[in-house]
């Protein structure tokens, strides 16, 4: 077994919050500088720039986690990751048909880019990505599932779009197997006051800016095996959170 800095909750220049600078390329680079062995793509409700982000992660020698960061109807934030980069896009199809298509403003939200793994500029987003879905709660969980995901409660220590925040619980429905805590040093006091027993916990930078990615030393480390790579790593990573 190898241990490996982990970092599953970062933004590109495709998510409205996102800085420019946040190109696949941009962030492989940078991930890899501080040490990171496995990252995930969360952008808001798509995964666009999932394709770019995996060329660009091969080639600084990273394990790409393709994934979504999901606004709910209730506005709660949940992240999605997937095994495999055909699961992921198909899924952000299927999301595309649950999004309310609102026009981008650029001069107020930002770009919103699509790109490839050499920061060329594919295409703009025309509409504006954090908008709620027009699914609940429990239909993005579960249908992040139905594609094969591994879908979770986003930043629950965070006032922003955190679940808690939002409801002031912790629902029982859906069930979830893990949380993700901002803040390392939250993770007693939370599992204590809300009773996550078992329940994973994962702790991710939710970078938007190219300094806010998770340094090595200090970010979630995983004991992965030494002989299994690409879609069989992400599975293997996946399954133990489930």
């Not at 798509?46 to 060329?55: E, G, I, M, R």
């Not at 409660?153 to 949380?179: V, W």
Request: with cysteine; net charge negative; glycine share 8%.
């Amino acid at each position: 077994m190898r241990r490996v800095a982990c970092d599953f909750h970062l933004h590109s220049c495709l998510s409205p919050c996102g800085d420019n600078d946040m190109t696949p390329a941009n962030i492989a680079g940078m991930a890899s500088l501080k040490g990171l062995g496995a990252i995930a793509l969360t952008d808001h409700n798509t995964s666009k720039n999932c394709p770019a982000f995996f060329k660009a992660c091969e080639a600084y020698g990273l394990l790409p986690i393709p994934g979504m960061e999901m606004t709910t109807a209730e506005d709660i934030h949940v992240v999605a990751l997937f095994p495999t980069l055909q699961e992921a896009m198909a899924f952000d199809e299927f999301v595309g048909e649950k999004r309310m298509r609102i026009p981008n403003r650029p001069e107020i939200f930002g770009d919103q880019r699509i790109v490839d793994e050499d920061d060329n500029i594919l295409s703009l987003e025309p509409d504006l990505l954090i908008n709620a879905l027009m699914m609940d709660l429990s239909g993005c969980v579960e249908s992040a599932r139905t594609f094969g995901g591994l879908a979770y409660p986003a930043h629950i220590d965070k006032h922003s779009n955190g679940i808690i925040a939002t409801l002031g619980f912790l629902p029982e429905e859906p069930p979830f197997t893990c949380y993700e805590i901002h803040d390392r040093g939250n993770i007693e006091d939370y599992r204590e006051r809300f009773s996550l027993g078992s329940a994973g916990v994962i702790t991710s930078s939710d970078a938007h800016y190219l300094w806010d990615i998770a340094e090595g030393e200090n970010a979630m480390t995983l004991e992965l095996p030494e002989d299994m790579d690409g879609d069989d790593l992400r599975r293997y990573i996946l399954e133990s959170f489930k």
